[in-house]
């Protein structure tokens, strides 16, 4: 079984920066994908930013373009999220979540770190 911890959130004044970690065990096959997802108040979830694993491979969401870098450790199988110039919109609670690289929808989610830009 898979299970992912995120930690690192918090409140930021916009313009700031947070690091979201994501640590991952039992990882469920040696190729799988890693992402970010976010959520805000009335919002519907949205994927912020994506790696494959095996080949460091990374896709990001308009809107985080140039602001947020996508991350891994592998010797500690941790994910991370360095979150830079940060703003009011990009409120939201942040999950991580775990994918094998086969299926289309992500199977492991963590419990999701609040993350509040005040303007």
């Known amino acids: 079984q898979v299970r992912l911890v995120e930690s690192g959130g918090g409140l930021v004044q916009a313009g700031g920066s947070l690091r979201l970690s994501c640590a991952a065990s039992?990882?469920?096959?040696?190729?799988?994908?890693m992402a970010w997802f976010r959520q805000a108040p009335g919002k519907e979830r949205e994927s912020v930013a994506v790696?494959?694993?095996?080949?460091?491979?990374?896709n990001y969401a308009d809107s985080v373009k140039g602001r947020f870098t996508i991350s891994r450790d592998n010797a500690k199988n941790t994910l991370y999220l360095q979150m830079n110039s940060l703003k009011p919109e990009d409120t939201a609670v942040y999950y991580c979540?775990?994918?094998?690289?086969?299926?289309?929808?992500?199977?492991?989610w963590g419990q999701g770190t609040q993350v509040t830009v005040s303007s």
């Open positions: 039992g990882r469920p096959s040696s190729t799988y994908v």
């Open positions: 790696l494959w694993w095996s080949g460091g491979n990374t």
């Open positions: 979540a775990l994918r094998d690289v086969r299926d289309s929808e992500y199977k492991y």
